[in-house]
C-alpha cells in the first residue's frame, strides 16, 4: 500500500514537472531542447503520410460504396468481427428491373427482349462490381487501414514518449540551473547540485535512448511508401480489370441490339430529329460517315441531299431489317429493293419507302441508294 502510494506521489510529481516545464515554454521562460534536423524530417514526413494516407482511405471507400448507411453498417460488422450480410448493388437491381419489364412486356417483341438483354448485362456489371470492390479492399484499403491503425499507432505512441522525455530533460536542465544559481548565494545547495547533475545525467540517458528508438521507427516510413505503391499497382489493375469488363459487357451488348433490335434505336418522328444507328453502318447509304464517341455511325451523304432537294424517286436497297413502330412506317426486309422519295416537310432522318401498293415512311440509315 505505501508502494503504491509512493508511486502515485512520484507520479504526480513528474506529471506537475512535465506541466509546469511546458508552460513555461510555451510563455518563453524556459529553454526547449531542439530535436535534430533528420529526427524533425522523419517526424514531418511521418504525419504527412498519415494525414494522406487516411483521406485516401476514406475517398476510396466513398467510390466504392458511394452510400454512406453502407459504409456504416459494414464498419460495425467490422468492429463486431462479423461479416456484412450481402446485398444486392445498383447495377444488379437495375438488371432485375429491366430484365422483369422485358418478361412482362413479352421476350418475344423487340422492345421485351431488348430489355432482358441488357438487363443480364447490368447484372454482369453489378457483379464485376463486387469483384472490384472486394479486390480493392483486400489489396489496397486494408493495408492503408493496417497502417493507420497499427504502424502509425506505434510512432504517435513513441514519439508522445519522447516529447515527455524530452519535458523530463529540460525540466531537469532547469532545476540544475537554479541549483547552481543557489549555490553561489550559499554553501548549502552543494548538495542539490550534485543530485540535479545526476538527475539530467540520467534523463539526458533515456531521452537519447527514446529518441533512437523513435528514428528507427519512423525511417520505416520509407518502406511503407514503397508497400503502398504496390498496393496502389495492384488497385488500379483492379480498376483497370472493372473497366475493361464494362466495356466488353456493353460492347457486346450494342452488337446484339443492333444485329437483332435494330428498331430499338429508332423512336417516333415527333420524339426525336436523329435515329440513331449501328456502327456497322458506317458506310452505308454512300459517304462521308461520322461516327459517335459512342460507336453509333450517322450518316449525311451528298446523294441524299441531292434526293430531297429534287422531287423524283430512287432505288434503295435495304441493308436491315426493321419493324415498323406505327401505321405510318413501312416495315422492311434486309436485301430487298424499293423506291424512296422525299416528301416536303419530312424530317431529315426520313424518306418515305413504297413497295408495290404499299407506303411508308423508312429511316435512311436503312438504305443504301443505288444509282
Known sequence: MDFNMKKLAADAGTFLSRAVQFT?????????????????????????????????????????????????????????????????????????????????????????????KCGETQKRIGTADRELIQTSALNFLTPLRNFIEGDYKTIAKERK???????????????????????????????????????????????????????????????????????????????MTYYAQCYQYMLDLQKQLGRCFPSSYLSNNNQTSGTPVPSSLANAVGSPAVASTSGIVITSPSNLNDLKESSGSRKARVLYDYDAANSTELSLLADEVITVF??????????????GNQKGKVPITYLELLN
Open 24 to 116: 513555461e515554454e510555451k510563455l518563453g521562460q524556459a529553454e526547449k531542447t531542439e530535436l535534430d534536423a533528420h529526427l524533425e524530417n522523419l517526424l514531418s514526413k511521418a504525419e504527412c503520410t498519415k494525414i494522406w494516407t487516411e483521406k485516401i482511405m476514406k475517398q476510396t471507400e466513398v467510390l466504392l460504396q458511394p452510400n454512406p448507411n453502407a459504409r456504416i453498417e459494414e464498419f460495425v460488422y467490422e468492429k463486431l468481427d462479423r461479416k456484412a450480410p450481402s446485398r444486392i448493388n445498383n447495377p444488379e437491381l437495375l438488371g432485375q428491373y429491366m430484365i422483369d419489364a422485358g418478361t412482362e412486356f413479352g421476350p418475344g417483341t423487340a422492345y421485351g427482349n431488348a430489355l432482358i
Open 161 to 239: 514518449l519522447l516529447q515527455n522525455k524530452r519535458l523530463d530533460l529540460d525540466a531537469a536542465k532547469t532545476r540544475l540551473k537554479k541549483a547552481k544559481a543557489a549555490e553561489t548565494r550559499s554553501s548549502i545547495w552543494a548538495e542539490e547540485v550534485t543530485k540535479s547533475e545526476q538527475e539530467l545525467r540520467i534523463t539526458q540517458s533515456e531521452f537519447d535512448r527514446q529518441a533512437e528508438i523513435t528514428r528507427l521507427l519512423l525511417e520505416g516510413i520509407s518502406s511503407t511508401h514503397a508497400h503502398h505503391l504496390r498496393c496502389l499497382n495492384d488497385f488500379v489493375e483492379a480498376q
Open 342 to 355: 422525299s416528301v416536303v416537310g419530312m424530317d431529315s432522318d426520313w424518306l418515305m419507302g413504297e413497295r
